[in-house]
């Protein structure tokens, strides 16, 4: 048989297999192998890593930044997050499973208000603005009622601080001269206990005075002092006061041992005539290193007396409440419920200055006398 007989052979049979319906051999031969194929790269494809994120180009990321919210609109939460097609991951320590524990010793936390604050000379800064009535100032105070002091009145002693005419002779001019506001209506108790005291003019308060001011009579007023008083004495007797409110050191600028000194005469001078002695810091430091402030303080606790920490009231003021020459107040009116009302050494030194009269009027109340 020649090869083209068995090639006609073989046609006929194809031909008879498609009449019949039955599929060609050849065909689902090739059938099949198409399937292999589409199944083996099927299971390559999935077996792949997945495809890595495409860094963005330098323009993406410019794109990306320039629309990128503002850090303080991020949300609180520490999971990652997706911004303009970046994808932020926040790293986070996670324990390992298998490391060993080690318990560690319990530390006592403490506070401020576990420990009270301790007053020393040193830390006179931190001391609070207005003070208490203390033990010792509330037995001045009854020594001076049995010996007929004014309960009612205080005198002023000092620099220029004291004997200008706006240390806190508004408060005696009337209400149209000051305005208090919600916040400090209070001290309108100390205005109307203390009346007749707060515009009156010391004769214990000079300007350039020093300490030793007051114990010479070369400063008496002739007027109203006996040649044999000083300026202290003069004024204690005149006035008859139950308080002094005591402010000096501006001017003891060169010598912290004697401005000491003669403050501890000052301190029992007024003590022995029986008025309760109620110092003052000053708001400038032209000694350096706050040192009068220092021995002020030093002295309010060796006495136990009332310190107004005049100082520290105007450290939140503007220059600290001085003027360009760093000795002298800033001056404004006395309406504290005003814009800017508390922006000058003069407001905050008259504000001030009443809330310690209340605490001296409000303490004496309490004690029940």
Same mark, same amino acid.
């Given at each position: ?8 052979? $073989? !046609? ?29 790269? #099927?299971?390559?494809? /999935?077996?792949?890593?997945? @495809? ?14 320039? $629309? ?27 324990? *390992? ?6 318990? +560690? ?18 830390? #006179?800064? !931190? ?31 000092? *620099?220029?601080?004291? /004997?200008? $005419?706006?240390?806190?002779? *508004? ?11 919600? =916040?400090?209506?209070? &001290? ?8 007749? /005291?707060?515009?009156? +003019? ?18 008496? *007023? ?9 300026? &202290? ?18 001017? =003891? ?38 040192? !009068? ?15 107004? !920490?005049? #100082?520290?009231?105007? @450290? =939140? ?34 504000? +001030?200055? &009443? @809330?310690? &009269? ?12």
């Amino acid at each position: 048989m020649s090869r083209y007989q068995n090639s006609s052979s $073989t !046609n006929n049979r194809h031909n008879r297999r498609r009449r019949m319906g039955m599929p060609d051999p050849i065909m689902v031969i090739g059938f099949g192998m198409v399937v292999l194929v589409a199944v083996v790269v #099927w299971v390559l494809a /999935s077996r792949q890593p997945a @495809q890595a994120s495409v860094e963005p180009t330098a323009a993406a990321r410019s794109t990306s930044a320039a $629309t990128r919210p503002a850090a303080d609109a991020a949300p609180a939460s520490t999971a990652g997050s997706v911004e303009q097609g970046l994808v932020i991951k926040r790293i986070t320590n996670t324990p *390992d499973p298998n490391a060993t524990v080690v318990p +560690t010793e319990a530390v006592p936390v403490t506070s401020q208000k576990d420990e009270p604050f301790k007053r020393t000379a040193k830390n #006179w800064e !931190n001391w609070p603005v207005v003070p208490e009535m203390t033990t010792r100032a509330l037995e001045i105070y009854r020594e001076g009622q049995k010996n007929g002091r004014d309960a009612h009145a205080f005198s002023k002693v000092g *620099d220029c601080e004291s /004997s200008a $005419t706006w240390f806190l002779e *508004d408060f005696d001019k009337g209400p149209e001269w000051y305005s208090l506001g919600n =916040d400090y209506a209070h &001290l309108e108790k100390a205005i109307k206990y203390f009346k007749g /005291s707060h515009g009156r +003019t010391s004769l214990a308060a000079r300007d350039g005075a020093r300490v030793s001011t007051l114990f010479t009579s070369l400063w008496v *007023d002739p007027t109203f002092c006996e040649t044999s008083e000083n300026p &202290l004495t003069c004024e204690y007797r005149v006035h008859n006061p139950a308080f002094a409110i005591i402010s000096l050191g501006s001017n =003891d600028n060169d010598d912290v041992e004697k401005f000491e000194a003669e403050m501890r005469d000052v301190i029992d001078l007024t003590i022995e005539h029986h008025i309760v002695p109620i110092l003052a810091t000053k708001a400038d430091d032209l000694e350096g290193g706050g040192r !009068n402030n220092q021995v002020l303080a030093k002295l309010a606790l060796e006495y136990d007396l009332p310190l107004w !920490n005049f #100082w520290a009231a105007v @450290q =939140d003021v503007p220059n600290g409440g001085l003027d360009w020459d760093g000795a002298h107040l800033t001056w404004s009116d006395n309406f504290f419920d005003q814009p800017g009302g508390l922006e000058t050494g003069w407001a905050v030194r008259n504000l +001030t200055a &009443l @809330q310690v &009269l209340e605490a001296m009027r409000s303490g004496v109340e309490a004690s029940g006398d």
